[in-house]
């Protein structure tokens, strides 16, 4: 693993082309494809989330002293995630195509405007205060 | 936490501040429309026009201004992680003061009289002066990572120079001077279009193409060219003021072009073209580009062209109008989805966004902007005659926009009680 952030980065943008393709399956009304790419979608997620929530923040959390900061509003903002994507499950099960659409439009933008944040804040201030970043990170078996 | 920026996106602006920035934005856009359907025609589609340049800064001070100032005020913490300084304070007075400021150099140039211009000059260039010093603060500790943030830390120097040269340029005019420098009204109007509008653009377009429409991120170098691609040659247009006669007006215009021929690239690649606003940023693209090449072209177009009316209406309305309009329709459905979801209990499910504000709404409001935008570009053929109809679409456009906002207001208060409620009712059920 060269760059750990670079690592977590990849892994959003690959969340995103998941849940693209997801939309674009729906559209093309394959839901098999669909189904499939959701499952990657939410696996890819979940797995992100469990990363950040079990070695990142902590570390962060340990180096900063802030535990009220960032990383609550992080860990938030997972929390609304996850409720999102069982809704969009829900909606998958029901096949309701316009309402996992309107599902899956919602928790885009959510997962997007969470997403910048930490690029463009916290992972930075993470690669400044956290010592041994890739270690961490990889202690968790995620690829590198 | 000294040298590192402060972990600031969880002290954004409360929601109701910047707001109040955005939700006036169509509603001044409906006046604007109104002020072209209605107004004096004379002179019309000349850019000198008394009409046209009242219409110029309604739409660039009035509309456009406070939703750029508020969309900064949450962008930078956000983005950056510094929060603008005395947001809280300057927030409320924005929309206030730039429609107030607009308005008087409205008046100023109908009327031609010399109290519009006075009031702009001496009190709402130095009054918005104060967000602009706000924002260069602020930007002074942005950490440059990306086109977005190269953007964010260097803004605040154009919008600051925009309204100097403005407030300069009303204060001649106030003092009775009838056409002050050529050149210095050139300068205001590059520094305000191309130092302000297009690099501010290209900085949140870097940013949100990729995140909202899933078009494939800048390449790195690009990302560098921010804000320096444009900034070098309008600060080498100062020494004209020297004397010293330089090509940066085409320098400058070139600049755009190759801006607008990378967003335009990556808007085409765009994973999520279904969605309503991707239209909306594609013709924006495409009118900067047409910025560039008519700019570029002048010299070997014919004299008679409506050139300076279709420079104004393309920049303005299709590069600026139209990706503001495809903003607020994905940001204040968000913003009130998320205070929804924090206002109630977690186990009260939120209805997605697209139940707040309907797809299908949004595109026949996307499309009632698009014709008001090919009426405008229509105009020169028959002044008289189409000023009417081009203004009353315009808008109409707009007032579809500031209708869609409210009704997205209205079910927040509707869904914030039924579902409020709803949930009281569960848990005493549950007692
Ligand atoms: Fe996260
Ligand atoms: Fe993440």
Sequence with gaps: MSDPIATLIHQHHEADALLARVEGALRGDDWPLAQRCFDEAEQSLLGHFELEEQQLFPAFEAATGMRHGPTAVMRDEHATMRDLLDSCRMQLIAADRDGLLAELDTLLVLIQQHNVKEENVLYPMCALRVADLATLLARSGQPA | ?431
Aim: glycine share 12%; charged share 10%; proline share 9%.
């Design chain 2, 1 to 431: 936490m000294s040298a590192a920026p402060a972990l600031a996106f969880e002290r954004a602006p409360q929601p109701g501040l910047v707001f109040g920035c955005l939700l006036p934005a169509p509603w001044v856009g409906v006046a604007a429309g109104l002020l072209l359907a209605f107004g004096p025609p004379d002179g019309l589609p000349d850019r000198f026009a008394p009409l046209s340049l009242s219409l110029v800064h309604l739409l660039a001070l009035g509309m456009l201004l406070p939703v750029m100032l508020g969309a900064l005020f949450q962008l930078l913490p956000v983005l950056a992680g510094v929060p603008v300084p005395l947001a809280r304070w300057l927030a409320p007075g924005v929309a206030l003061c730039c429609v107030g400021t607009a308005s008087a150099l409205a008046a100023g140039f109908l009327q031609g009289s010399a109290l519009g211009f006075r009031w702009a000059g001496w009190l709402g260039a130095p009054l918005l002066g104060l967000p602009a010093l706000a924002i260069c603060r602020a930007g002074w500790r942005v950490v440059a990572v990306n086109a977005s943030t190269r953007m964010l830390r260097h803004i605040g120097i154009a919008l600051l120079l925009t309204l100097l040269l403005g407030g300069l340029l009303a204060s001649l005019f106030g003092a009775g001077l009838a056409l002050p420098l050529p050149w210095l009204l050139d300068w205001h109007i590059a520094w305000g279009l191309g130092g302000w509008l297009a690099t501010l653009l290209a900085g949140v377009a870097a940013t949100v193409l990729p995140m909202f429409w899933q078009t494939p991120r800048p390449p790195a170098a690009a990302e560098r060219l921010l804000p320096w691609l444009l900034y070098i040659p309008l600060a080498l247009g100062g020494l004209e003021g020297a004397g010293l006669l330089l090509p940066w007006r085409q320098m400058a215009l070139a600049g755009v072009g190759l801006l607008a021929s990378l967003g335009l690239f990556g808007v085409l690649r765009a994973a999520r073209k279904h969605d309503p606003a991707w239209l909306l940023w594609l013709c924006a693209l495409l009118s900067w580009w047409l910025v560039a090449a008519l700019g570029l072209a002048r010299d070997y177009l014919p004299a008679q062209w409506p050139l300076g009316w279709w420079l104004g209406v393309l920049a303005l309305v299709g590069g600026a109008v139209l990706p503001v309009n495809a903003m607020l329709g994905k940001i204040i459905p968000f913003l009130v989805w998320l205070h929804l979801r924090r206002r109630l209990p977690a186990r009260v499910r939120v209805p997605p966004m697209q139940s707040l504000l309907r797809p299908v709404w949004q595109r026949a409001q996307v499309a009632s902007l698009l014709l008001a935008l090919t009426a405008l570009l229509a105009l020169p053929l028959q002044p008289a005659a189409l000023a009417l109809p081009a203004g009353l679409l315009f808008a109409l456009s707009q007032a579809g926009l500031g209708g869609l906002l409210l009704s997205v207001g209205w079910r927040f208060i509707r869904l914030q009680r039924s579902l409020g409620a709803g949930a009281v009712g569960q848990s005493e059920a549950r007692r």
